[in-house]
């Protein structure tokens, strides 16, 4: 009978077996409650800030694939800036483009709310440079396959109806993209797309269940009709017919052959007749061939090689109003999307500087190689290189022909190189997506905003020119001899114009050279 009551108050609650220690119990209950929410934040914290050490040593030593999930699980536990910060840049490194520029976004946003300006810009910066080169996939729906219940997937996610034909960023690599629907066959296809590739993938009407079995027979009867078996006998009956016209065509020139043949044989026997009365004149073609050369004459002759050489020197204009002078990542400039205003890095394929116009001499030489196709005509290529005095360069080349006209030489050069100048920087201009110009009033480029004396004052700018030539040259002394130093001294003039990849090249070289031939 004492056991009773002793089992009874084991069992039940503290409350129960110390109705008086209730408020003490609640307060136990309540100080044990408040610890254990006290302490797992504070392990969350501890486990995620371990897991954001380790994600940054592997990092640090290549090992991005392992790296990548521990950050992924640091940000979980605990999501702070700093570790979007270095999950976005592990898997930009992990070649997950897509995947970091959306991290790169969110690290912007919440930049934003925490009033950290620099760490905004910073993200903004990183997600731009990547935009440009991310790849967008479209998946289209065409009206017949859009059926109900019709589920697109993803690499397994499904896609919402909203976003069928739109193009979508998406990391470069390997994805699947299925679609099912009731009653219907899947269907499913593999796609590979590149960094900076645009790829649409129409999705097909789905094929029945119920007719799929039955389809493959009547597949089977249709390439076997009899018409088709019979065409090709009579097209080959055809072909026959045809050959043996030409056949007996044949004929028609072989008889002709022979009766030309005949005709010869009757004209050899007719000279052979007449042999006796022409056989004196042929002793007379030696002594006309014989050579008639002076002491002083010249080799100049078909086939000859032809080699000019000479110093050249003149006036070089260079309109190239865009390029690069170094290192542009110190620059930045912003522009219109749709989310708001982004501010862009400067690299050499987005901006580029402007440049006035420069005026310069300049100093080098020509030389011209070709072959003699007769003692007046000369085809071969040209070359024109020189020095701008005030920094810069000219070397182009190319095929040139010219032709002699009395006293005077008249050619053509088509000429292609590179081609620099030393002038004054005006000013950056960043380039503007093509997709986000209309949210730019139109505009493609938009002036960078650099800081006073942040640019040089002068700078090299280079670009690669092709264009041409018209050749003038007067023949100041012709020495023919017999021997190599035949030739002709020149001088020439030789107004050049070419179109650079940024701009206009114009020159006006004068030279003075000897021709070889």
């Not at 709310?113 to 620099?118: A, D, M």
Request: net charge neutral.
């Amino acid at each position: 009978m004492l056991a009773s009551p002793w089992r009874a108050r084991r069992r039940g609650s503290c409350l129960d077996a110390w109705p008086r220690a209730g408020r003490a119990c609640a307060r136990l209950a309540g100080v044990a409650f408040a610890l254990a929410l006290a302490v797992s934040p504070g392990v969350a914290f501890a486990q995620a800030e371990a897991l954001l050490d380790e994600g940054k040593s592997l990092m640090k030593k290549g090992k991005v694939a392992e790296a990548c999930p521990k950050l992924e699980e640091s940000y979980r536990l605990s999501p702070r800036s700093a570790t979007l910060l270095a999950l976005a840049m592990c898997h930009e490194k992990q070649g997950k483009i897509a995947t970091a520029w959306s991290e790169y976004i969110d690290l912007g946003a919440a930049a934003r709310k925490e009033g950290n300006k620099r760490l905004e810009a910073d993200a903004k910066a990183r997600g731009a440079r990547l935009e440009l080169s991310l790849p967008r996939l479209t998946l289209s729906v065409p009206r017949a396959a859009a059926i109900e219940g019709l589920e697109v997937m993803l690499d397994g996610a499904p896609l919402d109806g909203a976003l069928w034909g739109q193009a979508r960023p998406i990391d470069p690599g390997q994805h699947k993209v299925s679609a099912s629907a009731p009653g219907r066959k899947p269907w499913e296809k593999s796609v590979s797309i590149k960094r900076g590739e645009r790829k649409t993938v129409a999705v097909p009407a789905l094929a029945k269940d119920a007719s799929a079995a039955a389809q493959p027979a009547p597949a089977a009867e249709a390439p076997s009709p009899a018409a088709p078996v019979a065409a090709p006998e009579k097209g080959s009956a055809g072909a026959g017919d045809g050959a043996a016209g030409p056949g007996k065509g044949a004929a028609g020139p072989g008889k002709g052959a022979a009766a030309a043949e005949a005709g010869k044989r009757a004209a050899g026997r007719g000279k052979a007749a007449a042999g006796p009365e022409t056989d004196a004149p042929p002793a007379a073609p030696p002594a006309a061939e014989a050579p008639e050369p002076s002491a002083g004459s010249s080799p100049r002759h078909t086939g000859s090689f032809v080699i000019e050489a000479g110093v050249a020197g003149g006036a070089l204009l260079g309109l190239m109003d865009a390029g690069s002078f170094g290192d542009l990542s110190a620059y930045s400039y912003s522009y219109n999307i749709p989310e708001g205003e982004l501010i862009a890095p400067c690299d050499d394929e987005v901006c580029h500087a402007s440049f006035d116009p420069a005026l310069g001499p300049f100093a080098g030489g020509e030389a011209f190689i070709g072959v003699a196709l007769s003692e007046d005509l000369h085809l071969g290529a040209r070359v024109l290189g020189g020095y701008r005095f005030g920094g810069g360069y000219l070397v182009v080349g190319g095929p040139s022909v010219s032709m002699r006209l009395g006293r005077l030489w008249l050619g053509l050069s088509g000429l292609v190189g590179p081609v620099g100048q030393v002038a004054k920087v005006t000013g950056i201009k960043g380039e503007i997506p093509s997709e986000v110009v209309h949210l730019n009033y139109g505009r493609s480029e938009v002036a960078v905003n650099a800081r006073e004396g942040s640019l040089p004052e002068s700078a090299l700018v280079e670009t690669l020119a092709f264009g041409g030539s018209v050749d003038v040259s007067l023949v100041l002394a012709d020495l023919p001899s017999a021997g190599w130093t035949s030739g002709a001294l020149l001088l020439s003039v030789s107004p050049t114009v070419m179109k650079g990849l940024d701009g206009w090249v114009f020159a006006a070289p004068a030279s003075l050279g000897y021709r070889f031939y």
